[in-house]
């Protein structure tokens, strides 16, 4: 059974940093692709980052370009999102995502199948 599992999120000030992180079991870590998205109170899930499996890159949102780093630890099973220079708008539950499948590279706009709990992250001015 494939679990992804949130943690690190918070309150912090705004211009402070967090760092999230994902914990993936039941999967084959390795050869998945990973990803981040977001939901405000009231307002659509927000691609935040992902990155692809192997050496098949990056990408960020428009966002959040600049400020947040993706990152995995294979060894680990786990990705994290470090967020620097954090602003009130980011304040939202992130969660961590995935495809149905192995060696599938993933878009902003992929529907992907495995979904964490989400964790909160607040941020005031």
């Known amino acids: 059974q494939v679990q992804l599992v949130e943690s690190g999120g918070g309150l912090v000030q705004a211009g402070g940093s967090l760092r999230l992180s994902c914990a993936a079991s039941?999967?084959?870590?390795?050869?998945?692709?990973m990803a981040w998205f977001r939901q405000a109170p009231g307002k659509e899930r927000e691609f935040v980052s992902l990155?692809?499996?192997?050496?098949?890159?990056?990408t960020y949102g428009d966002s959040v370009k600049g400020r947040f780093t993706i990152s995995r630890d294979i060894a680990k099973n786990t990705v994290y999102l470090q967020m620097n220079s954090l602003k009130v708008e980011d304040t939202a539950v992130y969660y961590c995502?995935?495809?149905?499948?192995?060696?599938?590279?993933?878009?902003?706009?992929?529907?992907?199948?495995?979904w964490g709990q989400g964790t909160q992250v607040t941020v005031s001015s």
């Open positions: 039941g999967l084959t870590f390795r050869m998945y692709s």
């Open positions: 995502a995935a495809p149905s499948a192995t060696m599938r590279s993933i878009s902003p706009a992929s529907q992907l199948h495995y």
């Open positions: 990155i692809n499996w192997g050496a098949f890159g990056i």
